[in-house]
């Protein structure tokens, strides 16, 4: 009765009949709490035969699929038993996700874990700092599985207000520094040899690009290949070609200059930045890049890879055997291997992007069973569930013969695989369906990446500074910038000039909090 | 006496406002109650508090957008768009339309209308992926046809020259069939008559075109146009958005694509809002002296 | 009928409409031939216009999805409800507005056209639906886009065209408003209605949005939606909210294949390809006056 009639009032409040002064929204999140544990006490005192009662548990999630998989259902089925819960799934279409999850925010009707896209994500930002969000460190000690394979960054990241409240748990991704697969068929035919740990220095990576663009490494006679396939990421924008091999390896301890901690991207006294971009305006004016590259997305530039267009992309090492299988039924030929690139000093690392995150998973005010709703993720991840994450279910998966998983082909599982994931496993990316030598490389590269990765000192700190309009504003005057600069339309040196602009329209303020920040965590 | 007139005019004319009333409760709530909303734009909206709980902040979102130094970049490539558009696109569907109509094979008429069409409905991310392969500097058909011809091939869409030109003719290309059905309906309502004596006093074919078709389908001209100057700072927001990128923002970036990234990507909603609010006032103002200028010259109006 | 010589004329603007409709039969010919030639013929060559390796695979393929028949149904049952509710509100409403004498038409016609510049955006919206209860509901698909400013005015223009002599007559007879309404200016303007037939048709048949915003369940979702999903909901989620793709987490998530994107495109696209053909015999020149005379 109670319960009910918060809802209706939570219902009024959100439908803009009730005008709720700021101190009863922060009331009604302690209530929730404090009513929570009084649930479970109760819950525990109806103790069923596993020892609690069945609660119902809403997940709002973004998946390729509205529905479950018949072949996934035995993983969810097993559970629901095993934590004696019910799970109800929103799914809304993928196409309208954000709007969706941005209209749920706002009128209130949120299920109890709700899939952010990321935690740098203003949805995400906004659903803390308006208290929809609920910390979640009280529960983590109950959670043995989330925190063993999470990254600290991650935690750190998650720190929204950066008060220590923790307001998610990440959809952990494999935090890592990913080479390029190549043509290795192109690579004996320009006669190139690539040491037994594939790893090569920048200039010996220069000449690649250069005998793919100019020594016609497929044999037909006609100048139509290039070395080095880039495309625009989802903020239309061209990724550098080569970055941690110049040097930047995002926020660290500064040899000095006017802040303890900096990053070569905005350090007037370095130009490691401008080597990054000069590399990479060098490879666009030598012809080395497929020129299309400024205009089409990721997908079209595996499609032009796999046509023989260019021979060389960055990517993740795990995706290696698929690329090779794709280009196979274009031309038979084709073999595909990987590459690292040492840095000048003959080394090899490189940043992780983000934060060792993919999206984060926010338990929301409405959740009753907080604790019971992150106990799912807990689960999928101990090893009875990762188990069937990672391998899928014996008899819709795979059968078992001789001992060995034999994969069932074309058996489509859309929702398993993007729940949770284990950190540094980085052969859950690895498909197990390929052939076991296969799958034995690309895991040594793999584990390569995943040893050779450095963090950023940020931890994903978001500066408010940047939240200020002319600083948002100008992100597209450096957007710009940056990539006439790489393309060659426009010197290396007007970098600086874009750089005293930034610093003008809010930088400086941005990079003081940073170093607030940064010194903090240290 | 001017009572009772009154009254017969309400007795005599009773079905015509009885037939108003569903439409106009229909506009009431589909159209009207929400446009509350537009409070909006006016406040810093709080998830937890909704619209009404949301503190005001006043003009605060129209001064930042005022302010800022996209705002009129913007504006400009927005009318220069539609400018484009309108000398361009307008009159397209309208020669079609009037050359469609001067088709004497009924079956040949039928099946070009159909075929022309069809583009209509091919969605812009599909026609967008075949413009880009197109265009292709590397593999492109336009371009070797270029470098065929011992030129050095045009990158298209990297250029901010050229990119009003491209959206403007991949419109054209999708909606040009699209647009003679309306045309064509109008023509539907000029009396054959007219050709026939047209005809006998040794009109030429233009000139029937001219004297004829033209003044019979002026209205709908007329109204379309209007229209479209109401919408003068819509610019369509998927072609552009597929087709651009950071070399061309300079002539590329428009109303919509901007109030997607403030509103979806940075999650601004009052601010995208007030945005959206700013292009309404100036479309409104703008179909409503046009309107009233229209009516004065030429008669034909909207209201 | 007479006989019409064919004149250069003729030839000219046949030839021109020829080479016009080749232009626009292009992208519908690739579509096609994509979607019934393997895969990798399409990268060899996007945009090709033979087929290659000839399957019909695709299509079988997609006709398995169970969420395309259940979306075709959603599709059928809002774009017939919307069309006929649309029709007839539209003549309803365009016929008072046609008359210049009557008192308040500026008005109406102003809040009408207010109507199509000021809107209040997603969340407003939103609200509304919850308080009629039709979110997750097809009516939420039909409703908001029922009565458009924009057809309305056509509607009314046509309307304002049809000679006021043969009403007066009706009326002189005797004859109500609703029956001159139904039996002289509806059959009059069946040009225009038919017009406004396709128009609401494909606005609904193509609208997809709606249901991005209104509806939760699968098994509600409209065709167009089902389209947009096969197309780009697999890149929509490999990229993450900051805009970077994770190439690891790209890899894990199975884009469709052009193939199937294309024959999805073309089995949702072919029914309402067909509702113009149909129409077109309303489109006869001269049916008004023809029966103005009659």
């Not at chain 1, 929570?36 to 997940?59: D, P």
């Not at chain 1, 299309?292 to 260019?310: E, H, L, P």
Request: proline share 4%; charged share 20%.
């Amino acid at each position: 009765m109670i319960e009910k009639g918060r809802r209706t009032a939570g219902i009024g409040l959100v439908a803009g009949m009730l005008v709720l002064s700021a101190c009863s929204g922060g009331n009604n999140g302690n209530d929730k709490v404090g009513d929570t544990g009084g649930a479970e006490a109760n819950a525990a005192a109806n103790a069923g035969a596993n020892g609690s009662e069945q609660v119902s548990i809403k997940i709002m999630a973004n998946f390729s699929a509205a529905d479950m998989a018949a072949s996934e259902k035995p993983i969810f089925d097993r559970l629901e038993e095993e934590l004696n819960v019910k799970l109800e799934f929103i799914v809304p279409p993928a196409t309208g996700y954000k709007e969706q999850l941005q209209l749920s925010l706002v009128s209130g009707d949120y299920a109890d874990l709700v899939f952010f896209p990321s935690e740098t994500d203003e949805s995400f930002i906004n659903a803390v700092n308006d208290g929809v969000l609920v910390p979640i460190n009280e529960y983590l000690d109950e959670l043995p599985n989330i925190q063993a394979h999470t990254y600290d960054i991650s935690w750190e990241a998650l720190e929204t207000k950066r008060d220590g409240d923790i307001y998610g748990v990440p959809r952990t991704s494999v935090a890592r520094n990913d080479g390029f697969i190549v043509r290795e068929d192109w690579l004996d035919n320009v006669g190139i040899e690539v040491p037994e740990n594939r790893e090569v220095t920048i200039d010996q990576f220069t000449d690649i690009l250069r005998k793919f663009t100019f020594d016609d490494p497929d044999g037909n006679g006609k100048d139509d290949t290039y070395g080095f396939g880039a495309f625009l990421n989802g903020s239309k924008l061209i990724d550098p070609i080569l970055s941690s091999q110049f040097g930047n390896l995002g926020w660290q301890k500064s040899d000095g200059g006017e802040f303890d901690f900096m990053t070569p991207m905005y350090d007037r006294t370095s130009d490691v930045y401008k080597e990054v971009l000069a590399y990479t305006q060098m490879a666009f004016k030598e012809g080395l890049v497929d020129p299309d590259s400024a205009v089409i997305d990721r997908n079209t530039s595996i499609d032009r890879f796999k046509r023989g267009i260019s021979g060389v992309r960055y990517e993740f090492a795990g995706n290696a055997y698929g690329a090779e299988k794709g280009g196979k039924e274009l031309n038979p030929e084709t073999e595909i291997s990987y590459l690292f690139i040492q840095d000048r000093e003959g080394e090899l690392k490189g940043v992780s992007y983000g934060t060792g995150t993919w999206g984060v998973w926010g338990v929301t005010a409405a959740a009753e069973h907080p604790q019971r709703t992150l106990e799912v993720l807990d689960w999928l991840l101990s090893d009875e569930g990762w188990d069937m994450i990672k391998f899928g279910v014996e008899g819709q998966h795979f059968n078992m013969e001789d001992g060995q998983r034999v994969y069932i082909d074309d058996v489509e599982s859309p929702w398993r695989k993007n729940i949770v994931r284990r950190a540094n496993d980085g052969d859950f990316f690895i498909s197990p369906s390929h052939p076991s030598e296969e799958r034995e490389k690309m895991r040594k590269w793999v584990d390569r990446s995943i040893e050779t990765v450095e963090f950023s000192l940020d931890q994903g700190f978001i500066p408010p500074a940047s939240k200020e309009p002319s600083f948002q504003d100008f992100k597209l005057i450096w957007d710009e910038t940056i990539t006439k600069i790489m393309i060659g339309e426009l010197p290396v040196d007007a970098f600086d000039d874009l750089l005293d602009q930034w610093y003008a329209k809010g930088g400086q303020a941005y990079v003081e909090q940073m170093n607030e920040y940064i010194a903090g965590t240290q | 006496m001017q009572a009772t007139g009154k009254l017969q005019y309400w007795i005599r004319h009773r079905w015509l406002y009885i037939f108003l009333i569903p439409g106009l409760i229909y506009l009431l709530v589909f159209k009207y109650v929400p446009m509350f909303g537009v409070v909006i734009a006016f406040k810093e909206l709080n998830l937890i508090r909704g619209i009404w709980g949301s503190d005001w902040i006043g003009l605060a979102n129209f001064t930042t957008l005022f302010d800022s130094p996209h705002f009129y970049r913007v504006l400009r490539n927005s009318l220069l768009l539609s400018i484009y558009q309108i000398v361009w696109g307008f009159p397209a569907p309208i020669i079609v339309a009037l050359m469609l109509n001067e088709v004497r094979q009924m079956a040949f008429k039928r099946i070009s209308q159909t075929i022309l069409y069809l583009p209509h409905f091919i969605s812009w991310v599909v026609l967008a992926g075949i413009l880009i392969n197109f265009l292709s500097p590397s593999s492109g058909l336009v371009n070797h046809l270029i470098t065929s011809m011992g030129y050095g091939p045009v990158r298209f869409l990297m250029e901010p020259s050229y990119f009003r030109s491209i959206i403007v003719s991949a419109e054209i290309w999708k909606e040009v069939g699209w647009g003679t059905i309306i045309y064509l309906a109008a023509m539907t309502g000029i009396d054959p008559t007219l050709y026939e004596s047209a005809t006998i006093d040794g009109a030429s074919r233009l000139q029937r075109i001219w004297y004829i078709t033209i003044p019979g389908i002026a209205t709908t001209v007329v109204i379309l146009l209007l229209l479209k100057l109401g919408n003068i700072l819509d610019n369509g927001f998927e072609q552009v958005f597929l087709l651009y990128n950071p070399l061309t923002y300079e002539t590329a970036d428009i109303f919509e694509t901007y109030t997607y990234r403030i509103g979806l990507q940075d999650g601004r909603l009052s601010y995208a809002t007030a945005v959206g609010l700013f292009k309404s006032i100036v479309g409104f103002v703008l179909i409503v002296s046009a309107n009233y200028a229209a009516r004065k010259i030429s008669g034909k109006s909207i209201w | 009928m007479k006989f019409r010589k064919f004149t250069l004329f003729d030839t000219a603007n046949n030839a021109l409409i020829v080479m016009i409709s080749l232009l626009m039969l292009y992208p519908f010919v690739n579509v096609f031939v994509v979607s019934i030639s393997s895969y990798s013929a399409y990268i060899e060559n996007p945009l090709r216009i033979f087929p290659k390796d000839i399957t019909f695979g695709a299509y079988a393929q997609i006709t398995r999805h169970p969420v395309l028949w259940s979306s075709y149904l959603n599709t059928i049952i809002v774009t017939i409800s919307g069309v006929a509710l649309g029709i007839f509100l539209y003549i309803v409403t365009a016929y008072p507005l046609s008359k210049s004498f009557l008192k308040g038409r500026r008005i109406i016609m102003l809040a009408i056209v207010f109507t199509m510049l000021f809107n209040g955006g997603l969340i407003p919206n939103y609200y509304l639906m919850r308080e009629l209860g039709l979110l997750n509901s097809l009516p939420a698909l039909v409703l908001p886009m029922l009565l458009s400013g924009f057809n309305l005015i056509l509607m009314k223009t046509f309307m304002e065209n049809i000679p006021e002599e043969l009403e007066e007559a009706a009326r002189i007879d005797g004859a109500s408003d609703p029956y001159i309404l139904f039996r002289i200016v509806v059959p009059l303007s069946l040009p225009i209605i038919a017009t406004l037939c396709l128009f609401t048709a494909v606005a609904y048949w193509n609208n997809f949005f709606n249901a991005i915003v209104y509806i939760r369940d699968v098994d509600k979702w409209p065709l167009m939606l089902f389209l947009r999903e096969i197309i780009e909901g697999a890149k929509l989620i490999s990229i993450s909210g900051g805009g970077v793709e994770n190439a690891a987490e790209a890899g894990n998530v199975q884009i469709t294949a052009e193939t199937l994107q294309y024959a999805t495109l073309m089995i949702v696209t072919l029914p309402i390809l067909c509702v113009y053909p149909f129409l077109q015999r309303f489109f006869v020149k001269g049916i008004m006056l023809g029966s103005v005379k009659g």
